[in-house]
C-alpha cells in the first residue's frame, strides 16, 4: 500500500530508454507511476522498454532545453510482467552476444573496442556500439554475427565522450561522471574556457576519464564571461574616484577586484563598488615609432645631420648606409614571406 501511494500523476513523464542514455519527456497521460518503474515507448524500430528517470508535477514543464524535442517514440503504458521477463531475457542475451562479438574481433584481429550490446524489445534487432581509431572494415564480422543470431545486426561506431557515458567511471571530483548520472547532452568545451577561468593549464586536471576536456568547463562559462565582461583586465591603470589605481587581481568567485593605489595601498572593491567609482583607462594608446623607423631615422641623423659629416663624404656615407638599409630590409622581407608561406600550408591537427 505505501508504495501505491507513492506513485502520483504528472503532466511529464521523464523516461530513458536506455541506460546512460537521453532522457526524453513524454506527456504523462495519467500513468500513476514513480521513478524507477518500466514503461513501453513504441518507436520506429518496435516496442522499447524504457525506465521513468523523474515524474514532473501536474503544474510544471519540461526543463529547459528539452521543450520541442522530437520524441523517438510514443508512450504506450505501464510495462507488464510478461514485459519485464523478456527485458531479463534480453539483458542475459546481450551478454552472451558481447562474448561472442570479442572473441569474433580478436580472432579476426581487427582494431576495434567493443563498449556495449543494446538488445531491441522484441529482438529484431541487436546494436553492438564500438569505439575504433579510424574506419573498420567489420563486414565479415556482422557476417558471423547474423549466421549466429538469424536477426538484424547493427554495428554503431561512438566516440570515447560517448563510452565513458555508457559505461561510467569516476570522475576527478570523485563522484560518478556527470555524463553517466545526469548530462543527456554533450556542449562544446574549449580550452579558451579553461583560460577565462584562471585554471592551470595542466592537461592531467583538465582533462577526464574519457581523455577529453572536462565536461564541468562549460557548467559556469557564462557566470565567467558575464564577469570578464565588467572587470577590468589585470595590470592596466585606470583613473577613479578614489584616485588613480593599478588592478592587482580579480576574483570572480567573491566578485572583487583588488587594486594598487597611488600611497602603495592595496584596496579591495566588489564589482558594483568598482562600476561606482566611473574607472577610465589612464594609459592611452602605445605611440612608440617602430623599431626599423627609429633605425632608419637615426642613421640618416648620422649621417648627414652632424657638421662634421657634412660635404661629399659625408653624403657618400649617407648613401651606403642608405643602401646596406634597404638590403637589410629586403632580406628580411623575404624571410617573413618565406615563414608566412609555411605557415599558410601547414594545418592545425585536432
Not at 553492438?128 to 561506431?157: C, G, M, N, W
Request: hydrophobic share 35%; proline share 5%; aromatic share 6%.
Amino acid at each position: 500500500m505505501e508504495a501505491e501511494n507513492e506513485k502520483s500523476q504528472g503532466r511529464f513523464l521523464g523516461v530513458r530508454l536506455r541506460r546512460g542514455g537521453q532522457v526524453y519527456f513524454f506527456p504523462g497521460e495519467g500513468l500513476a507511476v514513480r521513478p524507477g518503474d518500466h514503461v513501453l515507448v513504441e518507436t520506429e524500430q518496435g516496442p522499447t522498454l524504457g525506465t521513468v528517470d523523474s515524474v514532473l508535477p501536474g503544474d510544471a514543464n519540461p526543463p529547459p532545453g528539452d521543450e520541442g524535442n522530437v520524441l523517438p517514440g510514443v508512450l504506450a503504458g505501464i510495462a507488464a510482467a510478461d514485459d519485464l521477463a523478456r527485458d531479463a531475457e534480453n539483458s542475459v542475451l546481450a551478454a552472451e552476444a558481447a562474448a561472442f562479438c570479442k572473441s569474433c574481433i580478436k580472432r579476426r584481429n581487427l582494431d576495434m573496442k567493443l563498449v556495449d550490446v543494446d538488445v531491441l524489445h522484441n529482438r529484431s534487432k541487436i546494436i553492438f556500439y564500438f569505439t575504433a581509431p579510424s574506419r573498420i572494415d567489420f563486414r565479415e564480422l556482422v557476417k558471423d554475427l547474423v549466421h549466429t543470431y538469424r536477426t538484424r545486426i547493427e554495428l554503431r561506431q561512438i566516440g570515447v565522450r560517448h563510452e565513458t557515458q555508457m559505461v561510467g567511471a569516476l570522475g576527478n571530483c570523485g563522484m560518478v561522471c556527470c555524463c553517466h548520472r545526469y548530462l543527456r547532452k554533450f556542449a562544446p568545451v574549449t580550452i579558451r574556457m579553461a583560460k577565462e577561468q584562471n585554471l592551470f593549464l595542466n592537461p592531467v586536471k583538465l582533462s577526464g576519464i574519457c581523455g577529453r576536456l572536462l565536461c564541468c568547463l562549460s557548467f559556469e562559462q557564462e557566470n565567467y564571461e558575464e564577469f570578464n565582461r565588467r572587470c577590468p583586465k589585470p595590470g592596466k591603470k585606470y583613473a577613479t574616484g578614489a584616485g588613480l589605481v593599478k588592478i592587482l587581481r580579480v576574483n570572480m568567485l567573491s566578485r572583487s577586484i583588488a587594486v594598487l593605489s597611488e600611497e602603495g595601498e592595496e584596496k579591495e572593491f566588489s564589482l558594483e563598488e568598482w562600476e561606482s567609482l566611473k574607472p577610465q583607462r589612464a594609459e592611452g594608446p602605445d605611440t612608440t615609432p617602430p623599431r626599423r623607423a627609429d633605425a632608419r631615422r637615426n642613421e640618416a641623423d648620422d649621417a648627414g645631420g652632424l657638421p662634421e659629416n657634412g660635404g661629399a663624404g659625408g653624403q657618400d656615407k649617407a648613401k651606403r648606409m642608405r643602401a646596406n638599409t634597404k638590403s637589410m630590409d629586403a632580406d628580411t622581407d623575404a624571410a617573413e614571406n618565406i615563414g608566412d608561406t609555411a605557415h599558410e600550408r601547414g594545418h592545425e591537427t585536432p
